[in-house]
């Protein structure tokens, strides 16, 4: 995985868990790696990924059994949940972007539309 160095690491590393879990890569109620397994793989700090279960733990994406292990959760309503918010990020983060541009709302429509046009056809 390479990490920009203008977010945090920790929130790159919950993007990508989030992900993997919305893209079915990991499934519901699934026994996530260690927290010291995934910053072997990842090459980062174990505390790094404490942190990452912890915050992933305190959204309800995860859940810890004492003992056992970091499941993800078997919520498909929280799946749903994470994706919708996720989506709704990535077009405030659109729609700001295009507004310091100066585009309008008809204008950012017409160019998605465009966009849509385009990979409709390939």
Do not use: C, W
Request: proline share 2%; glycine share 6%; charged share 30%.
């Amino acid at each position: 995985m390479n990490f920009e160095n203008n977010v945090p690491i920790y929130v790159q590393i919950m993007d990508h868990i989030k992900k993997d879990i919305i893209h079915g890569k990991l499934d519901l109620g699934e026994k996530l790696l260690s927290a010291r397994e995934y910053a072997q793989n990842l090459n980062v700090n174990p505390n790094t990924m404490v942190r990452v279960f912890g915050e992933l733990e305190r959204e309800g994406i995860t859940f810890t059994k004492r003992g056992v292990g970091t499941f993800i959760t078997e919520s498909k309503e929280k799946v749903e949940n994470m994706k919708r918010e996720m989506a709704e990020e990535m077009i405030r983060n659109f729609v700001k972007g295009m507004q310091e541009l100066g585009f309008s709302s008809n204008e950012m429509i017409a160019l998605i539309k465009s966009r849509l046009d385009k990979e409709a056809v390939q």
